[in-house]
C-alpha cells in the first residue's frame, strides 16, 4: 500500500496514519515529525524550517522535497509507505510524481480527512504533543493519566507554537490556499477517497480502512 493522507491540520491525520501504517505494516513518513525532531535537535535542516513552522506557514519545497527524496530511497519503502502532511502543493505533489515514477513505484490511493474549521480550532488549541515520541494528547478530550507527561513513554508534553490560537488561523489560511488544490490534483487521478474526520478515533480508522478496499 502506497498512500497518502490529506487533510487540514487538526484532522487527525498523524493519529489515523499510526493506526494505518500498522495495519498495512507500512512505514508512516510525516514530514512535520522530520522537521520537529531535526528543530530538537539543532540540525541545519531543524535551523531552516524554525521560523516558518513557528509562523504555520510551509517550509520552502526546495527543502521538504529533497528531504522526502532522500527519505523515500530508505529500504524500508519497499513494500509500501503511507506520507502524511506531504505533498501540502502542488509543486511537491508533481515532484513525488516524478519521484515515484522513476522508482516505479506508482501511488495506491490518496485520503482526504473531512473536519470543518470550528472543530479544528477546538482540537489544536487543546492539543499536546510529546517532545520525545511525538505521541498527542488533548486537555479535554484525550487527557494524559498524569498531567503534562506521555502515557506511551514517559516524555514531557508541550504546546506546540503552530498550535496556538493565532497561527491555527495562518495555518487554515495556508491550508485553503495550497494545499486544497492538490485534492483536486489527485480527483483527476481518480485516487482521492475521502471520509469524515469526525468521531471516535477507532471508527475514523475502520472507515478509513474500508474506503481503501
Ligand atoms: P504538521 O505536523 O504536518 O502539521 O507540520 C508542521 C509544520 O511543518 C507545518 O506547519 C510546516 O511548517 C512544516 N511542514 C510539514 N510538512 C510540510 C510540507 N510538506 N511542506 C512544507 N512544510 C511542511
Redesign the pocket.
Known amino acids: 500500500m502506497r498512500l497518502i493522507l490529506v487533510g487540514p ?1 487538526g484532522a487527525g ?2 493519529t489515523q496514519a499510526v493506526h494505518l501504517a500498522a495495519h498495512y505494516k507500512i512505514p508512516h513518513i ?4 522530520i ?2 525532531a531535526n528543530l530538537k535537535n539543532g540540525t541545519e535542516l531543524g535551523k531552516k ?1 524554525q521560523g ?2 513557528d509562523r ?4 520552502p ?1 526546495s527543502v ?1 522535497n529533497e528531504m522526502v527524496k532522500d527519505r523515500l530511497e530508505n529500504s524500508d519503502v519497499a513494500n509500501g509507505f503511507l506520507l ?6 502542488t509543486n ?1 505533489a508533481q515532484v513525488l510524481d516524478s519521484i515515484l515514477a522513476d522508482k516505479k513505484m506508482p501511488l495506491d490511493a490518496v485520503l482526504e480527512l473531512s473536519i470543518d474549521n470550528s472543530e479544528i480550532i477546538k482540537r489544536l488549541s487543546g492539543r499536546r504533543t510529546c517532545q520525545n515520541c511525538a505521541a498527542t494528547f488533548h486537555n479535554d478530550f484525550e487527557k494524559p493519566k498524569q498531567a503534562g507527561v506521555c502515557d506511551k513513554c514517559g516524555g514531557q508534553l508541550y504546546h506546540r507554537e ?1 498550535d496556538k490560537e493565532e497561527v491555527i488561523s495562518r ?1 487554515l489560511e495556508i491550508y485553503a490556499e495550497q494545499t486544497k488544490p492538490i485534492i483536486t490534483y489527485y480527483k483527476k487521478t481518480g485516487l482521492l477517497k475521502n471520509i469524515s474526520a469526525i468521531g471516535d478515533v477507532s471508527d475514523i480508522t475502520i472507515k478509513a480502512i474500508s474506503a481503501l478496499k
Open positions: 491540520p491525520k498523524g510525516s514530514t512535520g515529525d522537521f520537529r524550517a516558518f513552522m504555520g506557514e510551509l517550509v519545497d521538504t502524511d502532511g506531504f505533498p501540502r502543493n511537491q503552530d495555518r
